[in-house]
């Protein structure tokens, strides 16, 4: 079965420390890969994706991810967290050959002061 | 640029009522995606329409409808409706591009009594 898989329901980190949001995928196929961000009574914004090339990809407000393929990973970075940056995140997948999103069950990030 | 847009911010219906929700997509996509998302777990694939036809489909019963309309805009239809329909629904759009994006609406909540 085609899944996502989010580890964490919560990740702490204190302001201005490296942050990692983990994200690993079960789908067949080569997919491409997504991370969005949602806040309170907000739909999904789009901050990164994979499709091909580079392992490191970057993106919306400095955010950064890194595709693993022998792990089947693609965790969330940013070196600097900011109180601004706590929200819930999504990883998400689209399968080759489909054109849905498979998302997982979201990470709540708090970053505290 | 305007994004994706969607109406009723908030709905209130009661079980067996039907409802009708609406997407209009960002300007230049033609391809729209609508989501579940229950409370406390990420969106599901409801169905894809593209070309006013209805593309791909997740595991949702046949109380799930849509329709496209010329202009690309969207509808979702739920008809019987029952309490565990309550949840945000979400729409997204992109262009037909196997690479591109989903862009996600603020999405509608629904809260079925």
């Known amino acids: 079965a085609q899944s996502v898989a989010q580890p964490e329901d919560q990740v702490n980190v204190a302001e201005g420390n490296p942050l990692t949001v983990k994200c690993t995928y079960s789908?067949?196929?080569?997919?491409?890969l997504f991370w969005y961000v949602q806040y309170p009574n907000r739909g999904l914004q789009f901050l990164l994706k994979?499709?091909?090339?580079?392992?490191l990809v970057k993106g919306s407000y400095g955010f950064e991810a890194e595709f693993n393929k022998s792990q089947t990973s693609f965790h969330l970075k940013k070196p600097s967290a900011l109180v601004s940056d706590s929200a819930l995140y999504f990883c998400?997948?689209?399968?080759?050959?489909?054109?849905?999103?498979?998302f997982g069950a979201g990470t709540r990030l708090a970053v505290h002061p | 640029d305007a994004g994706v847009t969607q109406s009723p911010t908030h709905l209130i219906k009661t079980r067996g009522q039907q409802v009708t929700l609406r997407c209009s997509p960002k300007?230049?996509?033609?391809?729209v995606s609508w989501y579940q998302q229950a409370l406390g777990q990420g969106p599901q694939f409801i169905f894809q329409y593209y070309e006013e036809e209805e593309r791909q489909r997740g595991n949702f019963p046949d109380r799930f409808s849509g329709h496209q309309f010329p202009n690309y805009s969207s509808e979702l239809n739920v008809n019987a409706l029952l309490l565990g329909d309550s949840a945000l629904y979400l729409c997204?759009?992109?262009?037909?591009?196997?690479?591109?994006?989903?862009?996600f609406g603020p999405g509608t909540r629904l809260t079925v009594l």
């Open positions: 994979y499709i091909t090339g580079d392992n």
């Open positions: 300007s230049g996509h033609d391809t």
């Open positions: 997204a759009s992109t262009s037909d591009l196997s690479t591109d994006t989903q862009y």
């Open positions: 998400a997948v689209r399968p080759g050959g489909y054109n849905k999103l498979i």
């Open positions: 789908v067949s196929g080569n997919p491409y």
